[in-house]
């Protein structure tokens, strides 16, 4: 079905529809923001993989998966490199965060999985990307932010949202200064100032 603008569709929590949410945000993109509540057996047919989240694009073509639509919208926006080798960081970044970081996390909150390993994941993720930052100003090196920056920016915000703010204290500053360039992006600080909250914490 062909619509006039993109569509986003994935639940309340943020999980993996913030990832696509904030890329759509950041680059100002007019699109249709729908909080499903749930996939009944008909809308599960539909989707290729019978899984949210959802992208439709204004000609009608269609995505399902969390970073297959980011990269994507980035590739629209030449957000994803200059380079043959920062094109390959930021796949290893897009990997890390989503499947080391966001992923669990999201377990932890919901009981899924030992807190623990959230003390693991700030030593090693977060200190990488504070010591890419502090390296190369950008996490995929270059002269200008990525996707990869846009990925790990998400990561950091969301472990504040989860309520892990006291353990980021003082440690990391250019991953402070990498949350501060993205949420005075208009479009990124709209979205977090009115997404619905999901009740649930993740």
């Given at each position: 079905?062909?619509?006039?603008?993109?569509?986003?569709?994935?639940?309340?929590?943020?999980?993996?529809?913030?990832?696509?949410?904030?890329?759509?945000?950041?680059?100002?993109?007019?699109?249709?923001?729908?909080?499903?509540?749930?996939?009944?057996?008909?809308?599960?047919?539909?989707?290729?993989?019978g899984q949210l989240p959802l992208f439709e694009d204004s000609d009608g073509f269609r995505l399902t998966q969390t970073?297959?639509?980011?990269?994507?919208?980035?590739?629209?926006?030449?957000?994803?490199?200059?380079?043959?080798?920062?094109?390959?960081?930021?796949?290893?970044?897009?990997?890390?965060?989503?499947?080391?970081?966001?992923?669990?996390?999201?377990?932890?909150?919901?009981?899924?999985?030992?807190?623990?390993?959230?003390?693991?994941?700030?030593?090693?993720?977060?200190?990488?990307?504070?010591?890419?930052?502090?390296?190369?100003?950008?996490?995929?090196?270059?002269?200008?932010?990525?996707?990869?920056?846009?990925?790990?920016?998400?990561?950091?915000?969301?472990?504040?949202?989860?309520?892990?703010?006291?353990?980021?204290?003082?440690?990391?500053?250019?991953?402070?200064?990498?949350?501060?360039?993205?949420?005075?992006?208009?479009?990124?600080?709209?979205?977090?100032?009115?997404?619905?909250?999901?009740?649930?914490?993740?």
């Amino acid at each position: 079905m062909t619509t006039n603008k993109p569509s986003f569709s994935y639940f309340k929590v943020l999980v993996l529809g913030q990832l696509p949410r904030f890329t759509l945000n950041y680059f100002g993109i007019d699109y249709n923001d729908i909080y499903v509540d749930s996939i009944d057996d008909e809308f599960r047919k539909t989707l290729k993989f019978g899984q949210l989240p959802l992208f439709e694009d204004s000609d009608g073509f269609r995505l399902t998966q969390t970073d297959a639509i980011c990269k994507y919208i980035a590739s629209k926006h030449d957000f994803l490199g200059k380079s043959i080798k920062e094109r390959a960081i930021v796949d290893e970044t897009i990997s890390a965060v989503h499947d080391d970081v966001i992923m669990p996390g999201y377990k932890v909150g919901k009981g899924a999985e030992d807190k623990k390993v959230i003390d693991t994941i700030i030593s090693r993720h977060f200190t990488t990307f504070e010591k890419a930052l502090a390296e190369n100003k950008f996490i995929a090196g270059g002269d200008n932010y990525t996707l990869a920056d846009l990925y790990v920016f998400v990561a950091y915000h969301y472990y504040k949202y989860l309520g892990y703010s006291e353990k980021f204290q003082n440690k990391f500053p250019h991953l402070e200064a990498l949350q501060a360039h993205f949420e005075s992006n208009k479009g990124v600080a709209e979205y977090i100032k009115n997404r619905p909250d999901s009740g649930r914490g993740i």
